[in-house]
């Protein structure tokens, strides 16, 4: 059975856990303030701790992001180690993963989402075009960036970010 | 046997012993805390077999502390039926995790319901949980909803029939009964209508609590959901209730079908500590290597369309009418 | 049997009453024309009847009284069929005043007809009353004769081409079928003469009471001819296959009075000279032969009745296939045969007299009403009429047999009577028919009574009117619940016939 | 009287009785066929006068005449009342007749009746007086009319068998005219066609009886007279107002009333 | 007062309540005849009782009922079954001052008919002899007849009245033949001469007569075929006669099987068993089925009561099948068991009758409110109806089957019979009763599927139409008649242990099925805790709802831990659109989208008549313009059984007709030929 051999010969894909950027020792409250996490004001919530639901939501990303996103919870990365993991809806999400510039059609979606999401909640602006707009910005059908719309926790910079940058986000929140 | 057995025989027909008692209260509190746990070891099983790290098996305790910590949302236009629907599903299956024998056969809660009265519960659980969803009035609820009952509706007869190859033999539909005559025929086990029974049985199981491949407990993609799509609008404590009572619930049955066919090293009304203790170890590596083998299957299997499911449950229902009739037919040596 | 015994001279009187009375009503009628008065007069006249009928039943028990010489004769079957005529015919004479008022009101007569009308209306009274009550076979069949005579110009009493046809049809076949009973009565008479060839009196030969004792001696081959001959003949005045073709077109066409009283009591009344007959022939022949006749013209007209109902679109036309119906489902209860069959016959020609009674009166209100009688035309009826619409109804809960009228109790005791006789296969399929009756009827009855009342007139309904129809319901309501004395005479003619 | 002649003679009575009944379903012309009937009255009335005499039986002798007149000369002369050509005005029966029939057989080109319209050798049927095209042709009328004799033969075979005399030797006979008449009734298309197979059919039932048993009680012989009487003055009557009503009396045309 | 003046105070009342109805001024009437109809009922229910405790002695009116005497007794069977139809007549009755004074079925006539139809019903058990029973039988369709043409107005009703009429008088039809034939061969016409002729008649007459009372009662069961008028009649009578209908009248359909088929007529050969096994499973089979797919929310109601009665009608072919095999000589396992499949029956019937009352009077209630049965009109109930929504739900729960709901304990106890009857039942048993154990498995599935449908689709969620919006509560009388209704529902599903008393006086009556001399099998034991005779085998319907109760509280304190850290909770927040505009009332889904998936895996059976149809723009095929779906679902029996036979006759009719077309020389041909033939034949 080919499966079986390949689940044998791959065995273990996922690489070792890479050192926390905030040194291991800060708490998880403080990671906010950290340079790489970028720019959320408030602290980001103790009860999410070890455990974080993520919905992702598409505000007018070019789909790079995304794809990053994806390979975070591949075997490669394994974001789901350390505590975090995607959800089908807001309602069950602790966090949202917010991809892309905020265009027009987007902005109301992405406000109701975040308002269907139960607090504690952290929102974390993933890439360049969510943090200021990117290549986007001043575009006739773009409203601004995340959090021009919505409050951001947490940013990841990066045009795509790479996997390791968002998980450390990840990281931050879940303390793990 | 001593004098002392047909005493304590005696007690368990008037259907109480302190060792009974204390097995049920020490089974409720394993299965509740030990659920949790039995999700977390299937995820970190399957992860593994993916090439992944895995979460850890703690993760869905993690999740369940989290989640009492979290905001209740109350979505508009729903009625109490939609906040009450977690607090019966998790009634249910506390009470079927007291009635099933886990650890001990003697739980003086077996006389309140048998195979079919725990059937029925777990199909309460299901039918407020359907509610739930047709309460939220979204259309992925109401789907979720339709989707579950008609598979809950397709499921029934094999598991009724099921349920009638294992009461034949044993003589009666408690469930006490059935495993501990699984306990004095050990031969029993081996025959073709157990086997046949064994097969239905777990196809019921995986269609009962939403496993590969009736539902896929992990899908993000709304339309392909069944269990899932009923509780998208719950949030916070209720969302940990549904959650656990699902563990619960898929525990209870992974235990059950283990002591129905590998009774060994449960305890009944005449074990002391050590005995129920036993009983504890003994279910919870049952439970583990069942919970390990259905991981493992699950990696190899698709979710089957909607439509084909019903394929899948009457097949099962054929092979339980088999072991019914081969019961019969071929009935064991003893 | 108990002897045959001249009656005493009250008695005499109870058999002559119903001959008498009805002529009397005539004489009347023809010498002041019709009015109000003299329509009275034929109800105390019918009502006469009724009660010499009631008198005759209390007295005669379980023997024959003779009148008139040897003329007149009144057993307790006769006594049960002038009660039944009695009864019936108050209905629809009583019924008559306010039709014929309605009709010369609206310009539908004049009161030249109208007259005409109350002259044979009583003479068709008095004929029936013979037809009964009549000791000789052959005046039995003068008498029925009589009637065809007496009713032709009743059913072509408005004179419209329609009537006239039905007329015509009427007559014609009529005659024909009785003819073939005259024939038939002229080879018992043979067989009977030849049986009796000691007896002196050959004009008995075809006396009642002689026929019945010499019955067991008559000739097997003749005898069949002659009872074939007869079933065919009194079977067309009583609406049996073959025969049955001019039922509807005049039951139709006739006023609804004279629809009441043929439908009521002119079938039954030729039906009972069969039952007649029947004692003759089961005597003579064994009860396996006239018992094979019956049912299969029974089930014959049954299917006829049933079939012809289902797409029926006129609703005098309906009530007329009703009659076959039930004339069908006597033919299986004489063929049946016991003590209870043959009571619960008589209790249901009863019951149908007055339940067909109230129907055709009430149809008669509606044809005044809409000047026509298709279905089509007088729907919703119960909302524009509570009234009429509810006796309709209630006559038509009682023609459908079920309880707790009267018809109810007879179809019972049929199928009773009928199983004890072996014959369940004929009453299951009899039942079937009668429940495809019961379909087609339900169906237009709820296509003619219900719904909404739509543009069609009221149907306000006189008290004067009213009377006779709720007289009727309610007759024929307490006959399904309390027969009382009226079960014991029924009983002793159902023996009588058994 | 011999027993020979007597059954020569009843013998011959019956068969002139046969006769002019199969006279009657071939003949088209209204008035033949009423004079057939005539001729078959007389013959009816001759068996109780030949009995009479034969046995000696005063009722029968007593009878006879009347017969003789009931139906060899009033009710043919009732019926031929009905048929129009005999150029008389209408009878009386009924006055709502008047207005159409004289104009039917008057003048084929009277424009007042409907029927009247059509000129032709059509208009003695459409006048009543002529059987139009029948039903069945008159060559299989005939040969039923024949089927039905043998029927009758066959029939009458208890009947001999349980008194075999020169009467129901006769019996037959009168058995096959009431089947012919009947025939005649079911396929002739005239009213007065239509009467006249029905005084056959009647005709033969009488004959059978005297045939049989010497006539009928007294009582019954004279209700049943004075019923046929009736019967034949209803039907003139109807036919009357039939020609009003329709204009013709033709009774195929009588479809109205139907299913 | 003697038990025997029992019947004529109920005749008394009957007379009393109707010339009251009659008399009194509009406004008082639907009080007066709802109060009428509830003491009738109350008076059956003592009557009832009076025959459980100790049976009423024969009474006869020789001169009532012409050419047969009226005959009266009850034993405690009988006495069963007044207590069931008396009750649920006291709730209906109560109901009907509030639903009538709403203006439905406000009529005069159904009013003052409601109690004769109630009466009639009692009287059916009471009757003791073939013509008296046929009276009331007969008595009791024509007043529900009568009822069910309450709003004769619309056209729907009329058609449903006219099936109603056809397929009762069939039934009767049946019944009748059946009973006459019996009553023939035993030459008895009252049911004790009845019970003692049976033995001795011929093997023919005795099947004949079990198939005709069969057919007949099972017509008025609902059973398949014949069930074609039930979901017609059912949904059109006005609620409160729905309720006496379905809960009430179709028990009198299984009152005939047990009293004719299974007391009178005696023990009968295993393939009785077998014919009403097949019968009742069909039924519960489609019945469910059709529930299942049905958006009406009172034909739901109404094939659920066909689904019931065929469940009911499966017990007690399990009891005959058991009992043919079991024999007399010795207690054995089919012998418990078929007793076991009889209590079954029995409890089933009380448990149906529970809920389905209570079902038809909220059902009735929403009708009161919107005007509309359609359940995808309905929803949003809940809030603007509670008394109702709660009502219809524990009448709902009941209807599943499952436990807490008081239909659990019948099916419980008929599964448990299928249970042990098959060690001890031989191979034809061994062969039907695992199939019958899917059957009910699958109906008991299915019945969840529509239960769920009706409750969630019907009351819960947002409403679908503005009636659905405008609703309110009906008032207290109809609030009082259904708590009554609720109240049974309740007390029966948790403590059966109420019916023991009478089915302990009922099954010994009954030795045709609970057995003989030795062989005689004793009532199981409805008490706390329910256990069967000579099996081992218990459930506690009490003690699951005890525990079910601390199971709520246990997970109501567990939603205790850490909720001082929770935020303070969002009430009425938007429900999650996934981000588009607020989902509408009519996105939700529907109660026909709700069965859609079952009415795809049942295509086969079902047979839904589905149009689609596609209209392309001229210039693409490609391009939509509009596309239009129609999927309509009729009664598959209707039209292989029913049409065809309706063609027929249709067929014959013209034929015949044809053959009438006016012409008096065919008439008088067909009266030549005819005598011609029949002289020849006399000849």
């Known amino acids: 059975m080919g499966l079986v051999a390949s689940i044998r010969r791959l065995g273990r894909i996922a690489e070792p856990a890479p050192p926390t950027t905030w040194a291991g020792a800060a708490p998880p409250d403080q990671a906010s303030k950290h340079p790489e996490a970028g720019g959320g004001a408030e602290a980001l919530p103790a009860a999410l701790r070890g455990s974080l639901q993520l919905r992702h939501v598409d505000a007018g990303s070019c789909n790079g992001c995304e794809i990053e996103i994806g390979a975070c919870f591949s075997p490669v990365y394994d974001a789901e180690r350390y505590g975090a993991r995607l959800v089908a809806s807001p309602r069950h999400a602790d966090g949202l993963l917010v991809t892309g510039v905020v265009t027009r059609n987007m902005t109301d979606a992405l406000r109701d989402t975040v308002a269907a999401t139960p607090e504690p909640r952290v929102v974390i602006a993933v890439g360049d075009c969510a943090r200021d707009c990117g290549e986007f910005a001043g575009a006739y059908g773009v409203v601004g960036a995340v959090r021009d719309v919505v409050p951001v926790d947490a940013e990841v910079p990066g045009c795509p970010p790479p996997p390791d940058a968002i998980i450390q986000v990840l990281r931050q929140v879940t303390g793990r | 046997m001593s004098g002392g057995t047909e005493v304590y025989a005696a007690q368990a027909a008037d259907g109480f012993s302190a060792s009974g008692a204390a097995g049920a209260v020490l089974q409720v509190a394993a299965v509740v805390a030990g659920a949790p746990l039995v999700i977390g070891w299937m995820r970190q099983v399957r992860a593994r077999l993916e090439g992944r790290a895995g979460a850890g098996w703690l993760q869905p305790w993690r999740d369940l502390r989290k989640l009492f910590a979290k905001q209740d949302v109350i979505p508009r236009g729903t009625t109490r039926v939609f906040t009450t629907a977690p607090l019966v599903l998790a009634a249910t299956s506390l009470l079927i995790a007291a009635i099933v024998p886990v650890v001990t056969t003697a739980s003086p809660l077996d006389e309140m319901g048998d195979l079919f009265a725990v059937v029925g519960l777990l199909l309460v659980g299901t039918v407020a949980l359907t509610l739930a969803g047709l309460d939220t009035g979204t259309a992925f609820g109401g789907m979720g909803a339709s989707r579950e009952v008609t598979i809950a509706a397709l499921v029934e007869p094999t598991i009724l029939v099921a349920g009638l190859a294992l009461s034949v033999p044993a003589g009666s539909s408690n469930l006490g009964a059935i495993v501990e005559s699984a306990v004095a025929d050990p031969g029993a086990v081996a025959t073709p209508a157990a086997a046949l029974a064994f097969i239905a049985l777990i196809v019921v199981v995986l269609a009962e609590t939403g496993r590969l491949p009736v539902d896929n407990p992990s899908t993000h993609l709304e339309l392909t959901m069944v269990h899932e799509a009923m509780v998208l609008e719950y949030t916070g404590a209720r969302l940990a209730l549904v959650e656990w009572a699902s563990a619960i619930r898929l525990t209870v049955l992974l235990a059950l079908l283990a002591n129905l066919f590998v009774p060994w090293g449960i305890a009944d009304a005449g074990s002391g500590v050590a005995g129920l203790l036993v009983g504890l170890v003994a279910v919870a590596a049952k439970v583990c290597v069942l919970a390990t083998l259905l991981a493992a299957g699950e990696v190899f299997l698709a979710k089957l369309r909607l439509f084909r499911v019903p394929e899948l449950l009457a097949g099962s229902f054929l092979i339980g009418l088999l072991a019914v009739t081969a019961s019969y037919f071929l009935p064991s040596p003893s | 049997m108990t002897a045959t015994e001249s009656a005493s001279p009250a008695l005499a009187a109870a058999m002559i009453v119903p001959l008498a009375a009805p002529l009397a009503a005539a004489a009347l009628v023809g010498a002041a024309g019709w009015r109000r008065a003299t329509g009275y007069a034929s109800v105390l006249a019918a009502a006469a009847t009724l009660v010499s009928g009631a008198v005759l039943a209390s007295e005669v028990g379980d023997g024959a009284l003779t009148a008139a010489g040897p003329l007149l004769r009144a057993d307790a079957l006769a006594a049960v069929m002038t009660i039944v005529i009695g009864a019936v015919a108050t209905l629809a004479t009583w019924g008559s005043i306010g039709y014929l008022g309605a009709e010369l009101a609206h310009g539908h007569t004049t009161t030249a007809r109208a007259r005409t009308y109350g002259i044979l209306v009583n003479l068709f009274l008095a004929t029936m009353a013979l037809a009964v009550l009549a000791n000789n076979l052959g005046v039995v069949w003068v008498a029925i004769e ?272 009928a199983a004890d006789a072996g014959l369940a296969w004929a009453l299951g399929a009899a039942l079937l028919l009668v429940l495809v009756a019961f379909a087609a009827l339900t169906r237009h009855s709820v296509d003619l009574l219900l719904g909404p009342a739509g543009d069609g007139p009221r149907l306000a309904l006189r008290p004067a009117t009213a009377a006779p129809l709720v007289v009727g319901v309610a007759a024929s309501l307490v006959l399904g619940l309390y027969a009382g004395p009226l079960g014991d005479v029924l009983t002793t003619a159902g023996g009588l016939l058994s | 009287m011999t027993s020979e002649t007597y059954a020569n003679l009843l013998h011959f009575a019956g068969g002139l009785l046969l006769l002019c009944t199969v006279g009657v379903v071939w003949r088209h012309q209204l008035g033949a066929s009423v004079r057939l009937l005539a001729v078959q009255g007389a013959a009816l009335a001759a068996i109780p006068l030949i009995s009479g005499i034969y046995h000696e039986k005063a009722h029968l002798l007593a009878i006879a005449p009347v017969v003789l007149v009931l139906r060899a000369a009033v009710l043919p002369y009732l019926i031929s009342r009905m048929v129009p050509p005999t150029a008389r005005p209408p009878g009386g029966w009924t006055a709502s007749a008047a207005p159409a029939t004289p104009a039917a057989q008057a003048d084929a080109g009277a424009p007042d009746g409907p029927t009247a319209t059509r000129p032709g050798p059509a208009a003695d049927v459409l006048a009543g007086s002529r059987e139009p095209v029948p039903l069945i042709s008159t060559s299989v009328t005939l040969l039923l009319s024949a089927a039905l004799t043998v029927l009758a033969y066959a029939l009458c075979r208890p009947i001999i068998a349980l008194d075999p005399t020169a009467d129901t030797r006769t019996a037959p006979a009168a058995l096959a005219v009431i089947f012919i008449g009947l025939l005649a009734l079911t396929t002739r298309r005239q009213a007065v066609s239509q009467v006249v197979g029905f005084l056959t059919l009647d005709n033969g039932i009488v004959a059978l009886a005297f045939l049989l048993t010497s006539g009928v009680p007294l009582v019954v012989e004279l209700g049943a007279s004075l019923d046929l009487l009736l019967v034949v003055l209803v039907v003139a009557a109807l036919t009357n107002r039939m020609r009003a009503a329709f204009g013709g009396t033709d009774i195929g045309e009588l479809q109205e009333l139907k299913e | ?647 027929a006759i249709s067929a014959a009719a013209a034929v015949v007709r044809r053959a009438h077309q006016g012409s008096i020389h065919a008439y008088l041909a067909y009266g030549a030929l005819g005598l011609v033939v029949a002289l020849l034949v006399a000849m």
């Open chain 3, 146 to 417: 009589g009637t065809t005579i007496a009713t032709a110009f009743l059913v072509g009493h408005r004179n419209t081409p329609a009537a006239i046809e039905a007329t015509w049809k009427y007559v014609i076949i009529c005659s024909v079928g009785i003819a073939l009973a005259f024939l038939g009565t002229v080879v018992l008479y043979f067989a009977s003469v030849d049986a009796a060839a000691g007896m002196t009196d050959t004009a008995s030969g075809l006396d009642i009471d002689t026929l019945v004792a010499v019955a067991p001696h008559l000739d097997p081959d003749v005898t069949r001819l002659a009872v074939v001959l007869l079933l065919l003949g009194y079977g067309t005045k009583a609406g049996l296959a073959p025969f049955h073709t001019w039922l509807a077109d005049a039951h139709s066409q006739a006023p609804a009075p004279v629809s009441a009283l043929m439908s009521g009591v002119l079938l039954a009344v030729a039906f009972t000279t069969l039952l007649r007959v029947k004692v003759v022939s089961d005597a003579a022949l064994g009860t396996g032969y006239l018992r094979t006749g019956l049912l299969v013209l029974g089930l014959a007209t049954l299917v006829v009745a049933a079939l012809l109902l289902v797409g029926q679109r006129d609703y005098k036309r309906m009530l007329a296939y009703s009659s076959l119906e039930h004339m069908g489902l006597l033919a299986v209860a004489a063929a049946a045969g016991t003590e209870l069959a043959m009571a619960a016959l008589l209790l249901h020609v009863l019951a149908h007299g007055l339940g067909k009674a109230v129907l055709f009166l009430s149809a008669g209100q509606l044809q005044l009403a809409h000047g026509s009688t298709a279905i089509a035309d007088a729907r919703g009826v119960l909302a524009r009429g509570p009234l009429l619409g509810g006796l309709f109804a209630a006559g038509l809960v009682a023609l459908l047999g079920l309880p707790p009228f009267a018809l109810f109790a007879s179809e019972v005791g049929i199928a009773r009577g």
């Open chain 5, 1 to 647: 007062m003697s038990a025997a003046h029992l019947p004529a105070l109920l005749g008394g009342l009957t007379l009393a309540a109707c010339l009251g109805a009659a008399a009194v001024p509009r406004r008082a009437l639907p009080g007066v005849a709802g109060a009428g109809t509830a003491l009738v009922g109350a008076a059956g229910v003592a009557c009832g009782v009076a025959a459980l405790d100790r049976g009423i002695e024969p009474i006869e009116l020789a001169g009532a009922l012409p050419l047969a005497g009226l005959r009266l007794a009850a034993d405690a069977t009988s006495g069963l079954f007044l207590v069931l139809i008396g009750a649920v007549a006291v709730a209906a009755g109560i109901y009907t001052a509030g639903y009538a004074g709403r203006g439905h079925g406000s009529a005069r006539t159904p009013l003052v008919l409601l109690p004769v139809f109630v009466a009639a019903m009692l009287a059916v058990p009471l009757a003791a002899s073939v013509t008296t029973f046929l009276f009331f039988w007969e008595l009791m369709a024509l007043a529900s007849l009568a009822l069910v043409l309450a709003e004769q107005r619309r056209p729907a009703v009329r058609e449903a009245g006219l099936a109603y009429a056809v397929m009762t008088h069939l039934g009767f039809v049946a019944v009748l033949v059946g009973l006459v034939v019996f009553a023939a061969a035993a030459g008895a016409e009252e049911f004790g001469g009845l019970g003692e002729a049976a033995a001795g008649l011929s093997p023919a007459t005795r099947t004949a007569v079990f198939l005709c009372t069969v057919i007949g009662f099972g017509s008025k069961a609902g059973l398949v075929p014949l069930h074609a008028w039930l979901p017609r009649a059912h949904p059109e009578a006005p609620s409160q006669v729905s309720a006496l209908m379905s809960a009430g009248m179709v028990n009198l359909g299984i009152y005939g099987v047990v009293r004719v088929d299974l007391d009178l007529l005696g023990p009968g050969p295993r393939w009785w068993g077998l014919a009403l096994l097949a019968a009742g499973a069909a039924t519960a089979v489609y019945g469910v089925l059709q529930a299942a797919v049905a958006t009406d929310l009172k034909r739901l109601l109404a094939y659920s009561t066909s689904e019931n009665m065929g469940l009911v009608c499966v017990a007690l072919g399990v009891a005959a099948l058991l009992r043919a095999t079991a024999g007399n000589d010795e207690p054995t396992a089919a012998g418990a068991a078929a007793v076991v499949a009889l209590t079954a029956a029995f409890v089933h019937l009380f448990g149906h009758a529970a809920f389905k009352c209570l079902g038809f009077l909220a059902a009735g209630s929403v009708l009161a409110a919107t005007g509309r049965r359609d359940l995808d009109a309905l929803g949003g109930l809940a809030r603007r109806m509670p008394t109702t929504t709660t009502a219809f739900g524990i009448a709902a729960l009941g209807a599943c089957g499952l436990p807490l709901g008081c239909g659990f304990i019948g099916e419980w106890l008929l599964v448990q019979s299928l249970v042990h009857a098959l060690p001890a039942g031989g191979t034809l048993v061994a062969l039907v009763l695992p199939l019958t154990v899917g059957v009910v498995a699958l109906t008991a599935g299915l019945g969840v599927a529509a239960m769920v449908k009706a409750f969630g689709v019907g009351f819960l969620a947002r409403p679908r139409s503005e009636e659905a919006e405008r609703a309110v509560e009906g008032g207290p009388a109809m609030a009082a008649g259904m708590g009554l209704a609720a109240l049974a529902c309740g007390v029966l599903a948790v403590a059966p242990a109420v019916l023991s008393p009478a089915l302990g006086r009922v099954l010994p009556e009954l030795p045709a099925v609970t057995g003989q001399g030795a062989g005689a099998v004793p009532a199981p034991d409805l008490d706390t805790v329910l256990r069967l005779p000579g099996t081992s085998g218990a459930m506690s319907p009490g003690l699951l709802a005890v525990g079910v109760a601390v199971g709520i509280v246990v997970a109501l304190a567990a939603t205790h831990w850490r909720a001082r850290r929770r935020p303070a909770p969002l009430r009425d927040a938007p429900l999650w659109a996934c981000g588009g505009a607020a989902p509408t009332a009519r996105m939700q889904y529907t109660a026909t989208s709700f069965a859609e998936p079952l009415q795809r895996v049942f295509d086969g059976i079902l047979r839904p008549e589905v149009e689609f149809a596609v209209t392309p723009y001229p210039q693409s095929s490609y391009l939509v313009e509009r596309a239009s779906y129609r999927s309509r679902l009729r009664d598959v029996v209707e039209s292989v059984f029913y049409r065809p036979v309706l063609r």
